[in-house]
């Protein structure tokens, strides 16, 4: 029966405020992605058009195309970290191979209409990779327990206790489900060993100590992520006389999202009750999400073209559900019963990410090449979480407006071709989402990329890196133990595209 239990057990968690200001950066920021010619020239393609993720920046680049063609785009993802943690730094390297984008467009021409050019466009881009680990590891005078007295402070003893003929996992569930996450993480801290009631004779007693003794402790955090946001797009343009390119799209995001996180803490002092610390936790994450976008392109004349176009807030809806395990020197003998297979599901809740405004110009050399140049503009301090009725989800939108401010990006591109062969390169930099830039860094890129014309089709490939600073926090709140990692995330990105 205790087997049975524990492979089917849920719960609801209610009245927690499991989603923060984390959440909301997570699926606002969008790493560029794309076709090979795309991350290769740095995305600047808004006044440019002709290329299918353009569309993720301007939608009224479908219409620029002269012939309907396809696409197809894989990559290999190299993502690289130096986490400096304390005086250690430890380096950590993972790769991944995605196909990451394909897509389509129609063209229909006509020598009668002011409409020179109808096109019709469908393409599905997946805008950010969540592939990704770093470990840290050093000495903190910080210990794991403090995250659990932060959360047992005030509460009473009695709550964190079995009922009678009660399993060790139900009680876990149990507790999520009717007292929140906060008495939730009481309860694996006390019966993780870790700490203890000032008073365990009184039911009602609501002081807690540690366990653990130390001056310093050593610790070893190892986050790995996997998953990916996507977008599949339904685009329509048309190009009106010579000169005038106007087109809209609709957006269709679908979201997984899973994160590991391990903690180990050892080096406690020779008297102390706790030798060693495991804490493990695991979040799954789906969601889906919709937008649209409206843009227009003009010609000035045979050489100059701008751009500008409105990205819509992203409205996401998010299922979490989350796993934890804990083990020490004192931890309860049936506290392995406590695992990843004991899930806790969380209601439903939504997403609002920033609109996004973006200006763009180019310059056309003819057929010897072209330059181009995108800002984009991006009030991160307008996100929230929803239901805005939720009292912690309105107290965190007031964090979040306090904390977060305007993103300026910027992204240069040219591309300069010799008969059939295209040579490009690519710059851009998108500034930090926070107000303190000490927590997440600016975000800096260069590429560059080679693509061949066969006539009816089209080789490209690019090679794209960016570097970005980020302040990591180990866990949410209780505890203040973080590391910077310094992020460096190189693409090698190639594509095929046929002309028919």
């Known amino acids: 029966m205790r087997k049975l239990c524990t492979l089917i057990m849920g719960a609801l968690c209610l009245g927690v405020n499991a989603q923060n200001i984390n959440d909301v950066l997570r699926y606002s920021i969008q790493e560029g992605q794309g076709t090979a010619r795309f991350q290769a020239m740095g995305g600047a393609f808004g006044a440019l058009g002709g290329d299918l993720s353009s569309l993720n920046v301007n939608p009224a680049g479908s219409s620029v195309f002269n012939y309907s063609q396809f696409t197809v785009t894989g990559t290999n993802y190299n993502r690289n970290n130096d986490a400096l943690y304390g005086s250690s730094t430890r380096n950590s390297e993972i790769n991944s191979l995605e196909l990451n984008q394909v897509g389509g467009v129609f063209v229909f021409k006509s020598s009668s209409s002011p409409w020179k050019k109808i096109a019709l466009a469908v393409n599905y881009d997946m805008v950010e990779n969540f592939d990704n680990e770093f470990i840290a590891s050093g000495n903190s005078v910080e210990g794991i327990d403090n995250y659990f007295l932060n959360f047992a402070q005030g509460v009473p003893f009695g709550n964190l206790l079995l009922n009678d003929n009660e399993f060790l996992e139900e009680a876990y569930l149990r507790v999520g489900r009717q007292q ?9 801290g006390y019966f993780g060993g870790l700490i203890n009631p000032v008073d365990e004779g009184d039911a009602n007693g609501t002081d807690y100590l540690s366990n653990a003794l130390y001056d310093n402790v050593n610790q070893t955090y190892i986050q790995t992520t996997n998953g990916y946001n996507s977008k599949f797009t339904v685009n329509f343009s048309g190009q009106y006389q010579e000169s005038l390119h106007i087109g809209a799209s609709l957006n269709f995001h679908s ?76 931890a309860d003998n049936d506290i392995n019963f406590i695992d990843f297979n004991i899930v806790n599901l969380f209601e439903e809740y939504r997403i609002q990410t920033p609109g996004k405004v973006t200006g763009s110009a180019a310059i056309v050399f003819g057929k010897d090449g072209l330059l181009s140049f995108d ?42 071709r010799i008969e059939r062969v295209s040579l490009r390169g690519g710059y851009r930099i998108e500034e930090s989402p926070y107000e303190d830039s000490d927590l997440i860094g600016d975000l800096e890129g260069f590429s560059g990329g080679i693509g061949y014309d066969f006539g009816g089709s089209r080789l490209d490939l690019a090679f794209s890196r960016t570097e970005q600073d980020v302040n990591e926090l180990f866990f949410e709140s209780g505890a203040n133990n973080n590391a910077l990692v310094n992020r460096t995330n190189t693409n090698l990105v190639l594509s095929y595209t046929l002309k028919f």
Not at 280 to 298: K, M, P
Not at 321 to 326: A, E, G, P, V
């Open 255 to 330: 979201v997984l999202y899973e994160r590991l996180t391990t903690f180990d803490e050892n080096g406690y002092n020779v008297d102390s009750p706790v030798q060693f610390t495991t804490f493990d936790n695991l979040l799954r994450t789906e969601g889906e999400g919709f937008s649209f976008s409206v843009g227009a392109i003009a010609r000035l004349n045979e050489s100059i073209r701008i751009g500008g176009s409105y990205q819509s807030p992203t409205w996401y809806r998010f299922r979490d559900d989350t796993s934890q395990r804990i083990n020490s020197t004192l």
């Open 180 to 188: 929140g996450f906060g008495q939730q993480q009481a309860f694996l």
């Open 375 to 416: 800002y984009g503009y991006q009030d991160f301090s307008q996100a929230e979480l929803r239901p805005t009725t939720d009292p912690a989800f309105a107290a965190e939108n007031d964090f979040i407006a306090a904390q977060l401010g305007v993103v300026n990006s910027y992204r240069f591109g040219g591309e300069y």
